[in-house]
């Protein structure tokens, strides 16, 4: 069974930085990519940021390019999301989830674990 436990999220002015992290449980973190969505209240969850198993590819959703930027530590079965120049429509609940395989497109449905989400809240 694989847990996936999110930290590190707040409330920050806009123009301020967080940086979340997700612990994984298993023997096999470093064998799957990881991923970071975001779902705001009466909205679907969307996708903000994926990185391959080795931790070579990343990828981002174009709303975020460019101010996020997603790590992993595979000795620690750590994967972050550094989340810079944050703004108020970034406020939702961030999810981390294991992937079943990389891909060039990176729908919810192409993940199998998630963790419970942590709460970011970006004030004006």
């Known amino acids: 069974q694989v847990q996936l436990v999110e930290s590190g999220g707040g409330t920050v002015q806009a123009g301020g930085s967080l940086r979340l992290s997700c612990a994984a449980s298993?023997?096999?973190?470093?064998?799957?990519?990881m991923g970071w969505f975001r779902q705001a209240p009466g909205k679907e969850r969307d996708f903000v940021a994926a990185?391959?198993?080795?931790?070579?590819?990343?990828s981002y959703a174009d709303s975020v390019n460019g101010r996020f930027t997603i790590s992993r530590d595979n000795a620690k079965s750590l994967v972050y999301l550094q989340m810079n120049s944050l703004k108020p429509e970034d406020t939702a609940v961030y999810y981390c989830?294991?992937?079943?395989?990389?891909?060039?497109?990176?729908?919810?449905?192409?993940?199998?674990?998630w963790g419970q989400g942590t709460q970011v809240t970006v004030s004006p």
């Open positions: 989830g294991r992937g079943r395989y990389w891909s060039s497109s990176h729908g919810s449905e192409k993940y199998d674990y």
């Open positions: 990185i391959s198993a080795s931790g070579a590819g990343t």
């Open positions: 298993g023997r096999t973190f470093s064998s799957y990519p």
